[in-house]
């Protein structure tokens, strides 16, 4: 291979590590200190304390989970019921377009979206219109991104498309989802191409 060839791979192996750190999913736990910090901006933002929040609201599910964060990855499952009619088609429109920005920056992103197609066991799912699974860095990004001045605007959408939701966190035992696989096989791909063409050149 001629020195041309050497340049294009060893920028695609500096751009795959770079997206490899950035994408992260093995980070350092919240402190107590970094997490009240955050709790408190969350209170202030949205105008109510974690002690007058109700049961299963956002800010004291999280204020639970700060104790016991590890620093790594989570997928938070989503059920949602969600309104009928144009503007509430609309609305989810909106949310999507305000929110993928801010979850996309912190290498969040959808892992699956599906529309309920019938009941297997429980009564449970006849309220659940639409489940989606997305993936969070970590749990600091995840409070991070409720504290992005951006937010209320993108829950106002959230809260004017859907009759309910509840979302719940897990992190997999077994997963086939594998992003880094993925684009490191790009990556491979497109370092052969390169050859290819650059040998030809």
């Given at each position: ?12 192996a ?20 970094e ?15 974690r ?26 499952v ?13 609305a ?50 995840l ?14 959408h ?31 791909l ?12």
């Amino acid at each position: 291979m001629g020195p041309a060839a050497w340049i294009w791979l060893s920028l695609l192996a500096v751009s795959y590590a770079a997206f490899w750190v950035w994408y992260g999913g093995r980070g350092r736990p919240l402190t107590k200190q970094e997490g009240d910090r955050l709790l408190a901006r969350m209170e202030q933002m949205h105008g109510v304390s974690r002690d007058d929040a109700p049961p299963g609201s956002l800010t004291r599910n999280l204020a639970d989970m700060i104790p016991h964060d590890d620093g790594g990855e989570f997928y938070a499952v989503n059920l949602e019921r969600r309104k009928g009619g144009a503007e509430a088609l609309a609305a989810e429109k909106a949310y999507t377009r305000d929110l993928l920005p801010i979850l996309l920056s912190r290498a969040g992103h959808p892992v699956f979206v599906s529309e309920r197609a019938g009941l297997m066991l429980g009564e449970y799912g006849r309220s659940i219109d639409r489940v989606a699974i997305v993936r969070y860095r970590s749990l600091r990004d995840l409070l991070a991104m409720v504290t992005d001045p951006r937010m209320p605007a993108a829950g106002a959408h959230k809260f004017a498309a859907l009759e309910h939701t509840e979302v719940f966190i897990t992190r997999p035992t077994i997963s086939f989802v594998q992003v880094r696989l993925l684009i490191g096989l790009m990556a491979v791909l497109l370092g052969l191409a390169g050859v290819v063409v650059l040998a030809r050149g």
